[in-house]
């Protein structure tokens, strides 16, 4: 099992980080919040999962080992492959989501795309008691983003399954967060835009 790599960022798309390791470069399956905090030609170091399929590997990389290992053991739960779990993680930290399934939040989950109300009841059921409790009170705080944070953000979206009109939408309806932001002198974090992003898209169905 690979670990975690580590080297320069020789390239980002919108889901995925390129990272140098040893003359060969590394694709990185990663969420928005880990994605902006990298920056090609610095250097990065991702805590990773590789999955093993019969027609595919595919390496995971997450911020840190907490990340690495909430989407493993979000994995044991019938029904949630590395994608969804992915997406769980795109949209909720790890104690975000220790603290939904201790108080059994179904809204929390629902929040995710491909999660619905049954699908979230049943999570609720089967992973109560895995994730452990909460091990903070807030949420590390991620790099700041690139200044192209629409982008980004609607590509995220895209990437979660969203229609391009309602990534559209959603995009807008966080941009004067981001541009109050920007007016301080600060950077948009794409990671929570996009938390913001989608409640409002949760709102809306």
Known sequence: MIAFVS?????????????EVGGIGMAVQCTPNTLSGLRIGQQA????????????????GFADDDE??????????SGVGPRLAQ???AVHSPDALRRAFASGDEKALTAVPGIGKKGAQK???????????????????AAPAAAGWRDQLQAALVG????????????????????AVLADGGQPQVGQLLRAALQTLNRAR
């Open 87 to 89: 997406a769980m993680l």
């Open 123 to 141: 999570l609720l059921l089967e992973l109560k008691d895995r994730l452990g409790k909460p091990v903070g009170s807030a949420a590390p705080v």
């Open 68 to 77: 690495r290992q909430t989407f493993e053991l979000l994995q044991t739960a």
């Open 160 to 179: 979660l399954g969203y229609a391009a009109r309602e990534a559209d939408e959603a995009v807008e309806a966080v941009a004067p967060r981001a541009e």
């Open 7 to 19: 080297g320069p960022v020789a390239a980002l798309a919108p889901d995925t980080a390129v990272v």
């Open 45 to 60: 170091r991702l805590a990773t999962s590789l999955v093993v399929r019969e027609d595919s590997l595919t390496l995971y």
